[in-house]
T-cell receptor, first 117, second 111 residues
Framework: GAVVSQHPSWVICKSGTSVKIECRSLDFQATTMFWYRQFPKQSLMLMAT?????????EQGVEKDKFLINHASLTLSTLTVTSAHPEDSSFYICSAPTGTSGRGEQYFGPGTRLTVT | QKEVEQDPGPLSVPEGAIVSLNCTYSNSAFQYFMWYRQYSRKGPELLMY????GNKEDGRFTAQVDKSSKYISLFIRDSKPSDSATYLC???????????FGKGNQVVVIP
């Protein structure tokens, strides 16, 4: 199947600093990517839809100024957690569909574990 | 009513048994169906992708879709301890890549 990578896989940062997480589709192009966060033993929670060439669409309750998303190219989306706080500690996962308009498989990255101290 | 219902209750089976998982959905616009396996602290891994009613088989895995009943299933034959994970159903509608998920089923295969 197609491959989606994330970098870093694990990051520890101090409270008040910013952290950037990269999501790449390695063998296909994705005009749309999705960012999720997941707490232990809970379901994936969609945070935002990343759109290549336009602004991201955020889910209700997600602070767009705190979670900055940039879809720089057809294979790269980045999520920057600004002024991170301990409550931002979570598992962040991206996904990318291989097709458009709902058709086609959707692949997930391996996730990034963020710990804010 | 949630768009996708998946009984999240943990499921324990002996090694070699058949694991049966299912999801129901209410939105008739859903046309594309996926099953994912997620190990602890890992991203979900795509197991099966289907878009038509009927069965699709891949090795020990069979995905079944019944659009008239809005019901999908995943069967795992000859289960192994390495199949112990959380299984998520997901689906999308034509024209929208956004996935709707079930809550996930934690499966434990006992050696």
């Amino acid at each position: 199947g197609a491959v989606v990578s994330q970098h870093p896989s694990w990051v520890i940062c101090k409270s008040g600093t910013s952290v950037k997480i990269e999501c790449r589709s390695l063998d296909f192009q994705a005009t749309t990517m999705f960012w999720y966060r997941q707490f232990p033993k809970q379901s994936l929670m969609l945070m935002a839809t990343s759109n290549e060439g336009s602004k991201a669409t955020y889910e209700q309750g997600v602070e767009k100024d705190k979670f900055l998303i940039n879809h720089a190219s057809l294979t790269l989306s980045t999520l920057t957690v600004t002024s991170a706080h301990p409550e931002d500690s979570s598992f962040y996962i991206c996904s990318a569909p291989t097709g458009t308009s709902g058709r086609g498989e959707q692949y997930f990255g391996p996730g990034t574990r963020l710990t804010v101290t | 009513q949630k768009e996708v219902e998946q009984d999240p209750g943990p499921l324990s089976v002996p090694e070699g048994a058949i694991v049966s998982l299912n999801c129901t959905y209410s939105n008739s616009a859903f046309q594309y169906f996926m099953w994912y396996r997620q190990y602890s602290r890992k991203g979900p891994e795509l197991l099966m992708y289907t878009y038509s009613s009927g069965n699709k088989e891949d090795g020990r895995f069979t995905a079944q879709v019944d659009k008239s009943s809005k019901y999908i299933s995943l069967f795992i034959r000859d289960s192994k301890p390495s199949d112990s994970a959380t299984y998520l159903c997901a689906m999308s509608a034509r024209g929208n890549n956004r996935l709707a998920f079930g809550k996930g089923n934690q499966v434990v295969v006992i050696p």
